[in-house]
């Protein structure tokens, strides 16, 4: 089970990054991405850079890697003094331009939210967090009202043998929960 990363933002934009600096004299840019998609800042790809509470569109001219961060030059960006302002920019994406991701991958605004629900139809609460974890994703899950209702929170590991199946359109996750996870 995959989980690209991505935060929900008001409206129809996603956070797929942010500024952590200028790269060079040039006008490029040094920046941290919240995806494991590189392809979200493929030349040409429209972006919104907020900082400070205000917004401006930008458009991908360049990309390239270096390390864990991508060097991106946007168009119109011409000059080392343009690039200091993107720092500390937040990178966000129209949803509707989310690369589309393979079958049994979800971007994880598409998991917080969802219900969930025990192979047994019992309902456990909504997923109100995913934890990155070393080796997997970690569903951080508030108890529903009723006999679960004043439970400290349930932690779910993302993986196949636990989560049987993501449902997007109705809204929940089914898991199978071995002992000692409740």
């Known amino acids: 089970m995959e989980h690209r990363r991505g935060s929900e933002m008001p409206g129809d934009f996603i956070a797929v990054g942010r500024v952590t600096t200028f790269q060079g004299n040039r006008g490029e840019v040094r920046v941290l991405p919240f995806t494991d998609s590189p392809e979200q800042f493929s030349p040409g790809t429209k ?3 907020t900082r400070k509470g205000v ?3 930008l458009e991908v001219e360049s990309v390239r890697c270096h390390k864990r961060f991508i060097i991106v030059k946007f168009a119109g960006i011409q000059c080392i003094d343009d690039a200091k302002l993107l720092r500390g920019a937040q990178l966000e994406v129209d949803k509707s331009q989310l690369v589309a991701l ?3 991958e979800y971007y994880v605004f598409q998991i917080e939210g969802l219900e969930v629900l025990t192979t047994e139809g019992r309902y456990l609460g909504k997923i109100v967090r995913v934890v990155e974890g ?3 994703d970690i569903y951080e ?3 529903g009202q009723g006999k679960s209702g004043g439970q400290e929170k349930i932690l779910i590991p993302a993986v196949r043998e636990i989560v049987k199946s993501i449902d997007l359109e109705q809204g929940h996750v ?3 929960l071995i002992p000692g996870l409740e």
């Open 47 to 49: 972006l919104r850079a």
């Open 55 to 57: 917004a401006k569109a």
């Open 102 to 104: 393979p079958e049994g």
């Open 134 to 136: 070393v080796a997997h």
């Open 141 to 143: 899950v508030a108890p």
């Open 174 to 176: 089914i898991v199978d």
